[in-house]
């Protein structure tokens, strides 16, 4: 569930890198911090942990230098195959935000730029599935595209349709990307506490205690 994007990436794949890299100007601004981004959740993690949305697996490098026992779960054909290419011998498989291989003793459920790929029904699925597999005081970390509200969205809409940023402004219009208040409905109706920190113009990062 939540694959409709998938040609999205596979167009998207190969030139990933330099998206993140700051190279692709649409992006620019999501992207800006991405490396301190990923350092924020990969700081908060010990134990177990489950990757969703691994992609060209820059966070999975980053949990693995920690020494994490880490399983990524990837969706789309071509990111795996990179991100595998990447890091041989390592816990990668094929499988989305709700439909994943299962395993025990989770203590960490991790994700970057990849949640706002799920409607907020489907949000709502993951967080209870979360809730239900993690071990008694278990966290869930995420970095994510968040709004304020949905006039901060239109905004951004706006604001990237006046830079002539014709591809940013099409996918915050096309993605689930949802609101703070939501989020927070979404995950306390879980069962878990949650907090928020800004950490660019977009992105979020969203720490679910259970
Ligand atoms: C923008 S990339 C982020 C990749 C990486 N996490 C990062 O921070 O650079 C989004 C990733 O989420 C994956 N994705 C899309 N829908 C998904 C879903 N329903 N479940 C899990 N991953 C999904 C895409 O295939 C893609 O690899």
Known sequence: ?????????????????????????????????????????????????????????????????????????EPNERMLEIAKSR????????????????????????????FHHLTDDEKSQAFE???????????VIFADTLFKDDTHHQRAIDDAKEKGFSNLAQDLMREYYTTLPKMEDIITKAGFQVSFKQLNDFVWLIHAKK
């Open 1 to 73: 569930m939540g694959r409709e994007f998938m040609h999205i990436f596979d167009e998207w794949a190969d030139t990933y890198q330099d998206a993140v890299s700051g190279q692709q100007i649409e992006y620019r601004s999501v992207f800006e911090h991405y490396e301190e981004i990923l350092d924020a959740v990969a700081d908060r993690v010990s134990g177990k942990t489950i990757e969703f949305g691994v992609g060209t697996g820059n966070l999975f490098e980053k949990l693995l230098n920690k020494q994490i026992d880490v399983i990524g779960i």
């Open 87 to 114: 890091f041989p011998n390592t816990k990668m498989v094929d499988g989305d935000f709700l439909n994943f291989p299962k395993t025990e003793n989770v203590h960490n459920i991790v994700s970057s730029y990849a």
């Open 129 to 139: 599935l979360y809730h239900h597999l993690l071990v008694d005081d278990g966290e």
